[in-house]
Structures are given as C-alpha cells and as structure tokens.
C-alpha cells in the first residue's frame, strides 16, 4: 500500500485560520508590552542619570547639567533622542570642548514621547548646584507620553533632587 506524505487541503486551511486567530490577537499584545517596556526603560534610566548627577554635583563642586541631546555631545531641544550630562564649568548652560561629557543615554522612543516641565526654568535642561546637588529653581517632571491610553508616566524631581514616579491618567 502506497501512503502519500503531506497536508490536505482542508488541514491546511484550518491550520492557517488558528494560526491567523492566535496572531491577530498576539500583535497588538506585544505592541502594548513594547509601550510597556518602553515607558519603564525611560523612567529607570532617568532616574539613575539625575541620582548620578546630583552626586556628581557634589563630588565635583561643579553644576552638573542634564539636557536633550540629538548627537549626545551638545545640548538640542529634544528629549525623544537622547539626553547628556557634563559639567558646566563656565556656568554658561551649554556643553563646551573642554567640559567632561559625564554621561550620554540614547533613548529613540519609538512608541511615546518624553518632555520636561518646569517653573522657573528652562525646559531645555535640569542643573544640579554645585553647593550642594540640589536642582536649581523649582520642582521639575519628566512626562513620558504613551502612544497607547494607558502608559503614561511622570518622574518628579522634588526640591531635594530626589525622583519621585507616578503613573498619570492623562499627558
């Protein structure tokens, strides 16, 4: 008896349909824990580069200044790109030749986007004193805008420098 090896017509179309069913509903599953992700990856690594220039502040006796950076080595004004921290040994806000590049983090956001707000201050960046490490003006957030409804988060930086995280309702 010859047996033949293979699929049906009839198996392979029902294996198609499940298959099709199980990635219709996957898809936007993954696109939500990408969002997810997305947005707790930005606030973690926002909040170890303002702990590291708080202290940096301190160490140095210098300001210390977090700003948006598009080639991560001057400052620009988005913060979707990237951001950098140097000290501003010239306390002129900007990144010169000769200041120490502290740090420099690529973000790329793909499914949101990130801002600063402030009052008294500039949006464009966050100074730590060199004094004492504290951040100059008044409380700062970080808002961080999902593309989905429900990943919205803000990082607080409070009057003692020290990031505070809260998920908001809205951006």
């Not at 509903?25 to 992700?37: G, Q, R, T």
């Not at 140097?86 to 590049?101: A, G, P, V, W, Y």
Request: glycine share 4%; proline share 4%; net charge neutral.
């Amino acid at each position: 008896m010859k047996t033949t090896l293979g699929f049906t017509l009839t198996e392979m179309v029902v294996t198609t349909t499940i298959l099709s069913i199980i990635v219709a509903f996957a898809i936007p599953a993954f696109h939500h824990l990408l969002a997810s992700w997305e947005s707790n990856q930005t606030i973690r690594i926002l909040t170890m580069n303002i702990q590291k220039a708080k202290i940096d502040a301190q160490i140095y006796h210098k300001n210390v200044i977090i700003c948006p950076s598009e080639d991560l080595e001057s400052c620009h004004n988005d913060w979707n790109t990237g951001f950098i921290s140097f000290i501003d040994s010239n306390k002129n806000r900007q990144r010169d030749n000769d200041e120490t590049l502290l740090f420099a983090s690529a973000l790329n956001h793909k499914y949101g986007s990130l801002s600063y707000r402030a009052f008294g201050s500039s949006p464009r960046y966050v100074i730590f004193q060199q004094e004492n490490g504290l951040p100059f003006a008044s409380n700062g957030s970080f808002i961080y805008c999902s593309n989905s409804l429900d990943d919205h988060s803000k990082l607080v930086i409070g009057r003692m420098g020290h990031p505070r995280f809260e998920k908001t309702p809205t951006c």
